[in-house]
């Protein structure tokens, strides 16, 4: 069974910065794809940044820049390096994981990942 657990959330100033990790469980991430979402109150969950089986990334315009996502196959995690973080990146934070590769135009699809964890909140101050 699949279980993916996040940390690394808190609460920062502007300007500060955070590491996500997510930690993957009967799933292979050097195989798969994952990727990152973000729901703030009020608005859809939305695609923050994903990498796929290949290592090929994509990221949110708002968040170039400023994040990046990578995997250690070794250890099976993800995570998300969060710098100069604003406070409208103030959002509960997913990761999702899908098997196989996911074609670049459908990684912030939510339909495309299958498993979710259950979420990090991050919460910026001005």
């Known amino acids: 069974q699949v279980q993916l657990v996040e940390s690394g959330g808190g609460s920062v100033q502007a300007g500060g910065s955070l590491r996500l990790s997510c930690a993957a469980s009967?799933?292979?991430?050097?195989?798969?794809?994952m990727g990152w979402f973000r729901q703030a109150p009020g608005k859809e969950r939305g695609g923050v940044a994903a990498i796929d089986s290949d290592g090929r990334t994509r990221y949110t315009d708002s968040v170039k820049g400023r994040f990046t996502i990578s995997k250690d196959n070794a250890k099976n995690t993800l995570y998300l390096e969060m710098n100069s973080l604003k406070p409208e990146d103030t959002a509960m934070y997913y990761c999702?994981?899908?098997?196989?590769?996911?074609?670049?135009?459908?990684?912030?699809?939510?339909?495309?990942?299958?498993?979710w964890g259950q979420g990090t909140q991050v919460t910026v101050s001005s």
């Open positions: 999702a994981a899908e098997v196989g590769r996911i074609i670049y135009r459908a990684m912030f699809y939510r339909g495309a990942y299958k498993h």
């Open positions: 009967g799933f292979t991430g050097s195989t798969n794809s």
